[in-house]
């Protein structure tokens, strides 16, 4: 589960790591609300999935009250990577003297957490050629660890100091809560040595969430996604105006990168999973129907686990309820998929001999 920024602030503070004082806004009154408590110069921060935010132009510094509504306006109009700005996160602009970086992650090929700090934060990682990696333990980075660290980036006493104290409460929630990344960048470093997290970053390790019912409050989902889960199969709901169904995440998302690179748009992200079954895509299909801006359906499995037929009497079954009305453009391959095709002969459902062949009808249907 990757936390938004406003999310992973509030973790941090739970561990007595600081951040600049900030506020959470949906709407403009919000804004206002949130600008009066903190003064200007502030900050608006688009609340988004993705990163690049900086690059995107959905970070912005706010130097008065006349800027406010056209830069809220502003950002509230942009989509990154498909993800439209709905919430911003207001904060009070923090002068510091320079900048750090700092990370935790865990290291799957060499079973331990890896730790990269650099003394040139805000920037791209990759691009800095003096940045400090060690691998440590599945503890985390110990205060030798950390003090080390501080010298190889040749901070002073103070901000050596605040680095040990600031890394040991980041390495505790690190542990505490399983996660497989957290990440700051920037750390500012104010005139006195004290560090501020001025961006946060933290992915929990989604193998290990039913051991903490504490991070529940973070799940960012929306009521269609929730009943989904609760079905068993992950949905996500997007902008578009294709539903796309298939099995296995990696050929969901997959099937979106095609549909995007045709000039589709993706109403959703829907993986059936393994133990689907003909009711649990019936539910499925019936969150779809929920979904007013979906105009077609592009269905890619790839018989595995699940057997495509269980799919495809799904479909029939859906539009003899009258459940979906919108045509279904379908790739099968796979265990039963001559079953499958079979099943959906005569039906309203398209057949296509390629996910490329399946995609194209689809764009072009809704177009």
Do not use: W
């Not at 911003?88 to 957490?113: D, G, M, W």
């Not at 095709?341 to 296509?352: D, Q, T, V, Y």
């Amino acid at each position: 589960m990757r936390l938004l920024e406003y999310q992973a602030k509030s973790l941090f503070k739970e561990y007595s790591i600081p951040v600049p004082q900030n506020y959470v806004a949906n709407t403009f009154d919000e804004v206002k609300k949130a600008a009066i408590y903190l003064g200007f110069p502030l900050v608006l921060k688009a609340q988004l999935q993705v990163g690049g935010r900086g690059k995107a132009g959905v970070i912005k510094a706010c130097k008065s009250p006349e800027e406010l509504k056209p830069l809220y306006d502003e950002l509230t109009s942009k989509v990154v990577q498909g993800e439209r700005v709905k919430t911003l996160l207001v904060e009070q602009f923090a002068e510091h003297t320079n900048e750090l970086y700092l990370s935790i992650y865990l290291n799957r090929s060499k079973r331990c957490y890896s730790v990269i700090a650099s003394a040139e934060g805000g920037i791209e990682i990759e691009n800095v050629g003096n940045k400090v990696i060690i691998d440590v333990g599945i503890d985390g980075p110990t205060p030798k660890d950390l003090e080390n660290i501080a010298s190889k980036l040749r901070l002073n006493n103070s901000s050596a100091s605040s680095l040990v104290d600031f890394g040991s409460r980041l390495v505790r929630l690190v542990v505490e809560k399983e996660a497989e990344l957290a990440e700051i960048n920037p750390i500012a470093v104010t005139k006195d040595g004290a560090l501020l997290a001025l961006d946060a970053k933290v992915i929990i390790d989604d193998n290990a969430l039913f051991r903490h019912e504490e991070l529940k409050v973070y799940e960012d989902t929306t009521t269609l996604e929730a009943e989904a889960k609760r079905s068993g199969f992950s949905l996500v709901e997007l902008d578009g105006n294709i539903a796309v169904v298939g099995n296995g995440a990696g050929l969901v998302m997959s099937t979106l990168d095609i549909l995007s690179d045709h000039g589709g748009k993706p109403a959703c992200f829907l993986d059936v999973g393994g133990r689907a079954t003909t009711e649990s895509v019936v539910t499925a299909l019936t969150l779809i129907s929920k979904m007013p801006k979906v105009k077609a359906i592009l269905v890619n499995l790839f018989g595995g686990i699940v057997r495509t037929s269980v799919v495809a009497q799904a479909i029939i079954d859906a539009y003899k309820s009258n459940i979906i009305s919108v045509p279904v453009f379908a790739r099968i391959s796979g265990a039963e998929s001559d079953r499958a095709k079979e099943l959906l002969n005569g039906s309203p459902a398209r057949m296509f001999p390629s996910v490329e062949d399946a995609i194209a009808s689809a764009v072009k249907s809704v177009t």
